[in-house]
């Protein structure tokens, strides 16, 4: 089975700052991995997938993601964040899981709050 | 875009009555939907997947009879909360991957805030 591991519930952070958000995920089988951002009472908004290739991710809104297979990591970065980035991120994954729905499985989520 | 339009955004209910929400794909065709529920601050927890024309296959520990789900076509999938109580309360968000026409992903409603009183 797969799973995902958002090892900070809460990353408190500076505006024009730097800041990493840690995603590690568990699959015995190739695996797609997903960053979503949620703002207070909205869906899920697509940052940014990986599917194959490049294993450097370039997303929307500046974020970028590095998928390492080695260390099952697909953490989320951004050289400099805003106010407005202040929101819930969630790293999620999914793959063939016997199933054939390729259900798509959640982290637990890393609060990002950035403040001025 | 892929757009999924999920309505109603909010309702408030009485206990012991049903509630629908309603989930469209509006410009692509959805082979399996997914319905989640989400706590206050917590992640998405996954009810159901449903593929159109079959039953839906829920997650271990989700009542079937409580939450209906059906998927009449490949734009539309409803999810029926029945007989209501206030531990329903919940946000509800739903998602669909569409058919392989080169794109893989997932897209998400915007979510319905249920209320149950």
């Known amino acids: 089975a797969q799973s995902v591991t958002q090892l900070d519930s809460q990353v408190p952070v500076f505006e024009e700052a730097p800041v990493e958000l840690r995603c590690n995920y568990s699959?015995?089988?190739?695996?797609?991995l997903f960053w979503y951002v949620q703002y207070p009472n909205q869906g899920l908004q697509l940052l940014l997938k990986?599917?194959?290739?490049?294993?450097l991710v370039k997303g929307i809104n500046g974020f970028e993601a590095e998928f390492n297979k080695s260390q099952t990591s697909f953490h989320l970065r951004k050289p400099s964040v805003h106010i407005s980035d202040t929101a819930e991120y969630f790293c999620a994954v999914s793959g063939p899981d016997g199933t054939g729905f390729q259900k798509l499985v959640f982290g637990t989520g890393t609060r990002l709050l950035v403040s001025p | 875009g892929a757009v999924v339009s999920q309505h109603p955004s909010w309702v408030i209910c009485k206990s012991g009555t049903s509630v629908k929400i309603e989930c469209r794909s509006l410009d692509f065709q959805a082979t399996t939907m997914f319905w989640y529920r989400q706590f206050p601050k917590q992640s998405l927890m996954l009810m159901a997947t449903?593929?159109?024309?079959?039953?839906?296959?829920?997650e271990q520990g989700v009542e079937k009879d409580k939450f209906l789900i059906n998927h009449a076509s490949l734009t539309l999938s409803t999810l029926t909360v029945t007989s209501a109580h206030p531990e329903d309360s919940s946000f509800y968000i739903c998602?669909?991957?569409?058919?392989?026409?080169?794109?893989?992903?997932?897209?998400f409603g915007s979510g319905t805030r249920l209320t149950v009183v």
């Open positions: 449903s593929n159109e024309g079959s039953k839906a296959t829920y």
């Open positions: 990986y599917l194959s290739g490049s294993t």
């Open positions: 699959s015995s089988v190739s695996v797609y």
């Open positions: 998602s669909a991957r569409a058919l392989l026409t080169g794109e893989y992903g997932y897209t």
